[in-house]
């Protein structure tokens, strides 16, 4: 009997964290897209990394708030909404990992990866990551197109900084 209380235990604590890390993760959505940049990036640590889905896209998070504040100081926010996710974590209970599909009305389906993790009792995202999934059967074409690009603006920017 104790043994079952204890699994009880456990299980309630472990979906109660869950339950709380998604509460994280649908308000940072729900701040992106009404533009609250000062509760957006509360929800991230102070070393939290953002990765965004261009290959430039590595921040930190003061970087990104650069950014971001100047996007949602205008009202300019990003929907997301949450499809899917799936939560995992630690068995100490202060790290999580996760994955989930989101939504977008104009580029369509993505996907967020990310760590978080319990500071002073409170979730916080460490490391998220967003992407755009793209079918394998047009990977080969996309990643010419892509390797192409890259390949131009690595020779802009060597020159650019050539001339500084």
């Keep these: 009997m104790i043994i079952l ?6 299980v309630s604590i472990n979906n109660e964290e869950k339950r709380l ?5 649908d308000n940072l959505h729900y701040y992106a ?5 000062n509760n957006y990036f509360n929800l991230f640590d102070e070393d939290a990394i953002f990765f965004g889905t261009d290959a430039t896209e590595r921040w930190s998070k003061k970087e990104f708030e650069d950014y971001a ?6 009202g ?14 630690n068995s100490d209970l202060n790290i ?3 994955d989930e599909e989101l939504d977008n009305k104009k580029y369509g389906i993505f996907r967020g990866t990310g760590v978080l993790a319990k500071v002073n009792g409170v979730w916080k995202i460490k490391q998220y990551s967003l ?6 059967e047009l990977l080969i074409d996309y990643s010419k197109e892509i390797k192409e690009y890259l390949k131009n603006w690595i020779n802009i920017y060597c020159k650019l900084s050539i001339i500084w």
């Design 96 to 98: 999580a990992w996760f």
């Design 5 to 10: 209380l204890n699994i009880f235990l456990i």
């Design 131 to 136: 992407l755009l999934p793209i079918p394998n």
């Design 69 to 74: 504040l100047e996007r949602f100081n205008k």
């Design 76 to 89: 300019d926010g990003w929907t997301y909404k949450p499809i899917s996710r799936n939560i995992y974590l």
């Design 21 to 25: 890390i998604g509460n994280v993760l």
């Design 33 to 37: 897209s009404v533009a609250e940049g």
